[in-house]
């Protein structure tokens, strides 16, 4: 194999397009509960992103070493089951990630003054051993894996010193329900799947966006004092932008969902893929909208703009 086969092999196992959605997760968690409109990056949102970074790239990585007998069978072309990789190398490598991580998150810890993060971080080791080693097969699967992501969300805010309002708490609640939903979504992904499963997960999907954008709605809204975008909340001014913003998301999250239709519909494995794939890529886009209902539109774009290096990856590496 050429070097740049070998390189492709291991973007290829570590779902590279897919990191850029962490990435997101985790400034947005962040800049929700900071309230920043200054493109000012803080240490501890930088270390934040590092170890949300490195938590997914050990998730991907730990997940096919797990996988790498049922992948033979199902996904030979994949790097470990077509010997592109080494099992052991990989295995060393996932757990090298999975300290690094560990590592960052105790440093965003010790930046921002507050021992949640590496509380967090001790969280999302022990949900990714668990989802990979154990939990993966069984019904609780996507449940778990929702919670990876949900508190991948959490590690941002915890940096920042959050969440600090009530409905805060039903962003990274919202987020984990709908990437659970997902995971369901995408179970029989390499075989035609069976439309009644397609749909209840599509319910799962629909109930975490719900829940994300309420979040951030009411968060917004019991705010007191000024909010960077929204402005004061007075009548006529915060509201009307507020309904804007819902107007937004509700736009974002019923194009997301008629995409899972079409799999509903047609339960073929492109389709279910293509939908998977667009569910996954969205949620840059809704994490950029979440930042946007509290920081204003520099740093939502900021968000918005790692779709790019998404878009560009994903040409070449599955993102599933």
């Not at 995408?186 to 035609?192: N, V």
């Not at 439309?195 to 954008?213: C, D, F, I, Q, S």
């Not at 937004?248 to 998977?276: C, D, E, Y």
Request: with cysteine; charged share 10%; net charge positive.
């Amino acid at each position: 194999m050429t070097r740049m086969g070998h390189l492709l092999a291991w973007a290829r196992l570590l779902r590279l397009p897919n990191h850029f959605t962490a990435i997101a997760d985790v400034l947005a968690g962040y800049l929700v509960v900071a309230g920043l409109t200054m493109l000012l990056a803080r240490p501890a949102m930088l270390l934040a992103a590092a170890a949300g970074w490195a938590f997914y790239a050990a998730g991907m990585v730990l997940n096919d070493v797990f996988d790498v007998a049922l992948d033979s069978v199902e996904r030979p072309e994949r790097p470990l089951p077509s010997g592109q990789i080494n099992v052991k190398t990989a295995a060393l490598v996932g757990q090298g990630l999975l300290a690094l991580a560990g590592l960052c998150a105790c440093a965003a810890a010790f930046a921002s003054g507050y021992p949640a993060p590496a509380l967090v971080g001790a969280g999302l080791t022990a949900a990714i051993w668990t989802y990979d080693r154990h939990a993966k097969g069984t019904p609780f699967g996507p449940a778990v894996m929702g919670l990876c992501r949900g508190l991948n969300w959490l590690l941002g805010m915890s940096a920042a010193g959050g969440p600090l309002l009530p409905p805060h708490w039903l962003i990274p609640v919202g987020i984990a329900v709908y990437v659970a939903g997902i995971t369901l979504y995408a179970r029989d992904e390499a075989t035609t799947s069976r439309r009644a499963a397609l749909a209840r997960a599509t319910a799962v999907m629909a109930l975490g966006l719900l829940l994300a954008g309420c979040g951030a709605f009411f968060g917004v809204r019991a705010s007191t004092g000024a909010i960077p975008w929204a402005g004061t909340i007075q009548p006529g001014m915060a509201v009307d932008r507020l309904t804007a913003w819902a107007v937004l998301w509700s736009m974002v999250s019923a194009s997301i969902l008629l995409r899972a239709a079409t799999g509903v519909l047609n339960p073929v494995p492109q389709a279910v893929r293509a939908a998977v794939g667009n569910a996954i890529m969205s949620l840059i886009t809704l994490d950029a909208i979440l930042v946007l209902s509290v920081c204003g539109e520099p740093w939502a774009v900021v968000i918005l703009a790692l779709l790019a290096p998404f878009h560009l990856l994903r040409r070449f590496i599955p993102p599933t």
